[in-house]
Each structure stands twice: as structure tokens, then as C-alpha cells.
């Protein structure tokens, strides 16, 4: 798998879950890139600062940090 294709991956799991096949070639996939484990951490990271945002909760310093 490619660096562009595990990104894909990563932003099509958070609108829908990915089949076993994805998951596993998207797993090892992060096991050897820091780059893509990098992007995961920090699309997570914007996830829940948006979906914080939509209710209305101000950043917490974990969410400051990370940036």
C-alpha cells in the first residue's frame, strides 16, 4: 500500500467503517510509515476538535498541545 491509498483510507474510515481487508492492509500499512501514523493522530486529533466545537466545548489543552 501506498502512502496516498492509506491516506484515503484514513479520511474514508471516518464517514464509514472500513471491511477487514482495509483495515488489516491499512494496519500494517501504519505499522511501518511515522508519516501516515502522524496524518492518523492528527485527523483523530481534528475529529474531536470539531465535534467539540459542534457542541460547543472550548478546546482542551491536550487538543493545543498537539498542534
Known amino acids: 500500500m501506498q502512502c496516498k491509498q492509506a491516506t484515503q483510507l484514513l479520511s474514508l474510515r471516518q464517514e464509514r ?5 482495509e483495515k488489516f492492509s ?3 500499512h501504519l505499522m511501518l510509515c511515522k508519516g501516515c501514523r502522524n496524518f ?3 485527523m483523530d486529533s481534528l475529529r474531536a476538535i470539531s465535534r467539540g466545537y459542534a457542541k ?3 478546546p482542551s489543552s491536550d487538543d493545543s498541545e498537539s498542534t
Do not use: H, V
Open 17 to 21: 467503517p472500513l471491511n477487514r481487508r
Open 26 to 28: 491499512l494496519r500494517i
Open 40 to 42: 492518523a493522530t492528527q
Open 56 to 58: 460547543g466545548e472550548p
